[in-house]
């Protein structure tokens, strides 16, 4: 990626971050950027897409296992094919090109963010009212004398 970054002229422009691990650094990380690429090529659900929502950052990720549950290709942010710098290189550049188009993929992706927060918030009612309710089921009632 620093070699293509190189290349394509935009070293300056752009930043390789290496592991940021705590939520300071990371959200100090996210207020800087313009977008945030996700170049994996398997991704279970990962959170790093919606920190960068929840900052308002559109994404460019590789369309892998659950990123399209989160990110809907030109209205979030833009997806590519696993392993295919050619699309990566054309979604890096249309992100960098138009500003307006960025912008606009990174206040969508916001607002997606609160929608995917509520339902979270939803989800972990109804796990513990689930459990709630099994917790209560399995502990023996106890006999008074």
Known sequence: ????????????????????????????ELREADCLVLASLQEGYPMVTLEAMAFGLPIIATNVDGIPEQITDGVHGLLVPPANSAKLKEALEQMIDDCQFRVRLGRQARQRF?????????????FYAVLSD?????VPMKRVA
Request: aromatic share 8%.
């Open 114 to 126: 609160e929608i995917i927060a509520n339902d979270w918030k939803q989800v972990g009612k109804e």
């Open 134 to 138: 099994l917790w209560h089921e399995s």
């Open 1 to 28: 990626m620093e070699r293509l970054t190189e290349k394509l002229g935009l070293i300056d422009r752009v930043e390789f971050v290496d592991r940021v691990f705590s939520g300071d650094d990371i959200a100090s």
